[in-house]
Nanobody
Framework: QVQLVESGGGLVQAGGSLRLSCAAS????????MGWYRQAPGQQRELVAT???????NYADSVKGRFTISRDNAKNTVILQMNSLKPEDTAVYYC???????????????WGQGTQVTVSS
């Protein structure tokens, strides 16, 4: 069984920074892209940033230049460094990983439980 555990959310003033971490554990045979998504109240979940195993990144236009995604392949962890935070960044942030678990034969998406990020003005 694969689990993704997130940490690092919280309350911060506009212009501040937060660092989110996500660690995948369990019966992992192989991992592919990992990333972060967010969902604000009353809105659909949206992509924030993704990163492949070879370090290629993709960012939502709204966070380019402010957020940085990185990963440690050996530890199956992904980090989201968020700087210059804005009130509109307020949302629940979810970690996502494409993983083949033991006994599996194709990549499946696994999700974390979500961590709240609140940016006050």
């Amino acid at each position: 069984q694969v689990q993704l555990v997130e940490s690092g959310g919280g309350l911060v003033q506009a212009g501040g920074s937060l660092r989110l971490s996500c660690a995948a554990s369990g019966s992992i045979f192989s991992s592919n892209a990992m990333g972060w998504y967010r969902q604000a109240p009353g809105q659909q979940r949206e992509l924030v940033a993704t990163i492949t195993t070879d370090g290629r990144t993709n960012y939502a236009d709204s966070v380019k230049g402010r957020f940085t995604i990185s990963r440690d392949n050996a530890k199956n962890t992904v980090i989201l460094q968020m700087n210059s935070l804005k009130p509109e960044d307020t949302a629940v942030y979810y970690c996502d990983a494409q993983i083949i678990d033991s006994g599996g034969s194709y990549y499946r998406h696994f999700w974390g439980q979500g961590t709240q990020v609140t940016v006050s003005s």
